[in-house]
């Protein structure tokens, strides 16, 4: 057996420089390093059912290092998941195996890779998940992520926060291995870095294990013990070999080299024919599986569909005793959400946006089961606290809460959204300050490329966070989140919605609009002041219930002379510049408010022109960079905005100092109209 297994590993080495060679483009090194581990894992270890690919309960592989994205599909061929042309047509025009592995459940690849650091802390998200939800349904929901990381994924500074939460947790579904070959793309690791990795993952409280990463006996009883680990997520270093297996035309050894890492290895000082024949593939067929490799691997599959089968009947039995409890399992993983009322969150009058999220926030926390709520060390700020006053916190060996405090790490919290995302059944919220969105992007990308429905919460929207001073008041953020609105995902729909609610009933309507999009990403803007509640004719909640349509009309005037446009907290300040431009100059002033420009400009044109008339002269109102409304106000008006950081002094005297008053607004119109 012990033969199969190194001619398993031999193949999956043969197709990873294959495809790489092919393409003339790809990582070849890593992967011929990483095959004996991927092979022993998923012949072995890893529980899931080749019948069925979407099967919630399977046991989950997140790759970290994309790079090495022949790796996984090599090790997906020999299971029957690619064809041989999927393979051959590795990183090419409408290829289902692209240059970095995008999410794709039916051929087994979990998670977008993405930046490095991003894979294996989406891992630790998909093991908060599977712990929050076996703290509600029982033991028998054991399944275990698995991770893949390399040098580089270990040094981003994301790994910091995924491995202090993982260790924190105590999340022992958590086992990863590090594929410790000391190079990387450009420089061998040494002249980088000099840490102890594994003290490091030891501090933070991981069962670390260093092996030969070749040697399947090592790799064997590593995969055990960490399955058998209660209290730990396991690291398992492995020591490999970059291009394990390389040759040169002369048949002399040429692995471990640094130029292996980045490109073909024909294209180095190894031979590629050579090295086929070394690792015993045939030249005139390298993308072919080795014919007893082929029968070991039908075979596997048999027992891999019966060792699912025998887990589904135990699965059965517990469905048949608890039929309250799986009807509930399965509405959580179709996302099917209970009867809401948003109507029904009572406001007081004035309230910033971010308090009245809060009483909506407080609503769901008793009414929605599979909510996961978390916060960068400000809780009590971005007002998630009114969630977490109906739960607890998610603590190691206790998940029966659903708040999670992440520290002060908006990166890592993301990703680890959207981990929760990926693993499904469970509806990952996350919040900050709008301002540290920044550090939160290259999460918020992932999230929008993988169609994952994370809601955002972003607080403190705009300079009016006054004394605290202009590294903490968002003034280019909501134009760079915005941009994710005009930003198509490969399904053809916008990739992100953005919403600012310009008071509490539409903050209400936001929150509605963020729970019941389970498409994509939502993000929710607020105030840190409070806002006037805008005037209604009847009831204010209905009349927001207009915001789901992006834009409306919030002050009607017949044939007004111009369109006041804004969204958030300067729709309330427009309202007051109609007054005066009424009362001072008789001026009709229609005002507009346009919490998501992306779901406007999805509505009809003959619905955006009657809310926002093009024949008529219009003007925009924004805490942030005027490019925020451009696209509304046309070439027939003016944006005012702030083209400058804040600076720190209080929100009231901002306003006056930047102009955001109706006393403004009477003037600025009052101009426009001139011409």
């Known amino acids: 057996m012990s033969n199969i297994n190194l001619r398993a590993a031999d193949n999956i080495r043969a197709l990873a420089i294959s495809m790489v060679e092919q393409a003339n483009s790809g990582h070849p090194g890593g992967p011929m390093g990483g095959a004996d581990f991927m092979h022993i894992l998923y012949s072995e270890f890893l529980n899931f059912d080749p019948t069925d690919m979407t099967w919630p309960f399977r046991d989950r592989f997140f790759m970290d290092a994309g790079h090495l994205s022949t790796l996984l599909y090599a090790q997906y061929y020999l299971l029957g998941n690619y064809k041989k042309e999927d393979i051959k ?17 039916l051929r087994g690849v979990e998670n977008t890779s993405g930046p490095l650091g991003q894979g294996h802390t989406m891992g630790v998200g998909a093991a908060i998940a599977a712990k929050f939800l076996a703290a509600r349904f029982g033991d028998w929901m054991n399944h275990k992520i698995y991770g893949f990381i390399s040098d580089g994924g270990v040094q981003e500074e994301i790994s910091q926060g995924a491995g202090r939460i993982a260790g924190h947790l105590g999340l022992n579904n ?81 692995e471990g080299h640094c130029e292996l890492h980045g490109q073909p290895i024909g294209h180095t000082g190894a031979d590629f024919n050579e090295t086929l024949k070394n690792l015993g593939a045939d030249v005139n067929d390298p993308f072919a599986k080795y014919e007893d490799v082929a029968i070991f691997y039908a075979n596997l599959l048999k027992i891999k569909t019966a060792a699912a089968a025998s887990k589904k009947e135990e699965i059965n039995k517990w469905r048949s005793e608890n039929p309250k409890l799986s009807e509930k399992l399965d509405s959580f993983f179709v996302g099917k959400l209970p009867e809401l009322n948003f109507e029904s969150v009572v406001n007081k009058p004035g309230l910033a946006t971010r308090a009245a999220s809060a009483n909506v926030l407080g609503y769901l926390a008793q009414n929605v089961e599979n909510m996961i709520v978390s916060s960068a060390d400000l809780s009590n700020s971005d007002k998630t606290d009114g969630f977490l006053k109906y739960t607890h916190s998610i603590n ?38 709008f301002v ?35 590294t903490h008041q968002p003034i280019e953020q909501e134009a760079q989140i915005r941009l994710l609105e005009k930003l198509k995902n490969h399904s053809g729909n916008p990739c992100f919605t953005a919403l600012r609610p310009a008071d509490s009933a539409e903050t209400n309507v936001a929150w509605k609009m963020a729970m019941e999009n389970d498409k994509t990403p939502t993000g929710l803007i607020l105030s840190r002041q409070g806002i006037k509640d805008l005037p209604a004719v009847s009831s ?35 309202i007051e510049g ?23 400009r999805l509505q009809s044109k003959t619905y955006q022109e009657s809310v926002i008339p093009t024949i008529k002269p219009a003007f925009g109102l924004t805490a942030g960079l005027p ?49």
Not at 92 to 105: F, K, L
Not at 458 to 465: G, I, K, M
């Open 89 to 105: 047509n590795f990183r090419q025009w409408g290829s289902v195996t692209p240059g970095h592995p995008e999410v794709d459940v």
């Open 174 to 254: 958590f086992i990863m291995f590090y594929d410790a070959n000391d190079v990387q793309l450009s420089t061998m690791t040494n002249e980088v870095t000099s840490e102890d990795t594994a003290k490091k993952y030891e501090a933070w409280g991981w069962k670390v294990v260093t092996i030969d990463g070749h040697n399947h006996d090592e790799i064997r009883k590593a995969l055990k013990d960490a399955n058998s680990e209660q209290e730990k997520p396991t690291l398992i270093i492995g020591k490999t070999i970059m291009g394990k297996g390389c040759v040169t035309e002369t048949g002399a050894n040429w």
């Open 396 to 433: 190691k060996n206790d998940f029966s809460g659903a708040f999670l405090q992440a520290g002060v790490a908006e990166l890592t919290m993301a990703a680890i959204a959207n981990g929760i995302a990926l693993h499904g059944g469970v509806i990952p919220v996350v919040a900050t300050f």
């Open 436 to 470: 540290f969105s920044d550090y939160m992007k290259p999460a918020i990308r992932m999230s929008a490329i993988q169609e994952l429905p994370v809601k955002y919460v972003w607080t403190h929207d705009a300079f009016r966070v006054g004394e605290d001073g202009p």
């Open 540 to 574: 204010r909640y209905k009349e927001a219930l207009e915001a789901e349509k992006g834009g409306y009309t919030i002050l009607e005037v017949e044939n007004p002379d111009v369109v006041l446009v804004a969204n958030g907290s300067e729709v309330a300040t427009l």
């Open 578 to 600: 109609a007054k005066l431009l009424a009362e001072r100059g008789n001026i009709q002033a229609k005002v507009v408010s346009v919490p998501s420009e992306g779901i406007f």
């Open 627 to 675: 490019v925020n409304l451009q696209g509304l106000v046309g070439n027939n008006g003016k944006v005012f905005g702030l083209d400058h950081f804040g600076y720190s002094a209080p929100a009231n005297v901002l306003d006056e100092k930047f102009g955001f008053t109706g006393e403004n607004v009477f003037n600025q119109d009052t101009e426009l109209l001139k011409y």
